[in-house]
Structure formats: structure tokens, C-alpha cells
């Protein structure tokens, strides 16, 4: 199994900025990709931005300028850093890692971000 850990969440005034980070351990699987993925306050789960080994990448329509994803692939931590900042971005943020296979996909806890002034 991958263990995946986020942190970086919190409290932050509309149009100010957060980093998350996202650490990948315990386990032998190659991490092919990693994403991050959000859940708004009463709502379903929806995707955020998601980046490849080789360091592509895909967003959201809704962060497209705002966030930057980025991957320290030797050492298996992802980040996302996040600017202007608005309140619909208000949602517990989780990491994600997909390996070769089907059943090879991870999930952290997740990370609060509440912006409101």
C-alpha cells in the first residue's frame, strides 16, 4: 500500500495564497500519476489539476492560471500551489497516486482550505 499524507491547509483571506503538499511512502509501487481532487461543502468530490511522471499536466477549468501543480518525483511529493484565492475554492482537499494497475490507487485524508474574509 501507499501511504499518502497532505498538509498545508488552512484559513486564508480571498486573493492570498496556499501550498499544498502531498507526501507519497510504504510502499514499492511506481506512482505513475498524481492528482488533487476537492470536496466543497456539501457537494460531490470534483477533480482539481492532475500531473504525470513525465510531468504533464491537466486542470480544472475552474483553477486554469490560479494553480500550479508541481512533482518532486524521486522523492514522491507533489505540490499545489494555490493564488487569488476565492471562496468557491472553500473544500477539503485530498491528494491522489495511481500506479500501473487498476488496483493501484491511493488516497490521503485530505486537507482543509477555507477562504473567507
Known amino acids: 500500500q501507499v501511504q499518502l499524507v497532505e498538509s498545508g491547509g488552512g484559513l486564508v483571506q480571498p486573493g492570498g495564497s496556499l501550498r499544498l503538499s502531498c507526501a507519497a511512502s510504504?510502499?514499492?509501487?511506481?506512482?505513475?500519476?498524481m492528482g488533487w481532487y476537492r470536496r466543497p461543502p456539501g457537494k460531490l468530490r470534483e477533480f482539481v489539476a492532475r500531473?504525470?511522471?513525465?510531468?504533464?499536466?491537466v486542470y480544472a477549468d475552474s483553477v486554469k492560471g490560479r494553480f500550479t501543480i508541481s512533482w518532486n518525483n524521486p522523492k514522491n511529493t507533489m505540490y499545489l500551489q494555490m493564488n487569488s484565492l476565492k471562496p468557491e475554492d472553500t473544500a477539503v482537499y485530498y491528494c491522489?497516486?495511481?500506479?500501473?494497475?487498476?488496483?493501484?490507487?491511493?488516497w490521503g485524508e485530505g486537507t482543509q482550505v477555507t477562504v473567507s474574509s
Open positions: 500531473i504525470t511522471s513525465g510531468g504533464s499536466t
Open positions: 491522489n497516486a495511481g500506479g500501473t494497475y487498476v488496483s493501484q490507487n491511493y
Open positions: 510504504g510502499s514499492r509501487v511506481s506512482i505513475n500519476t
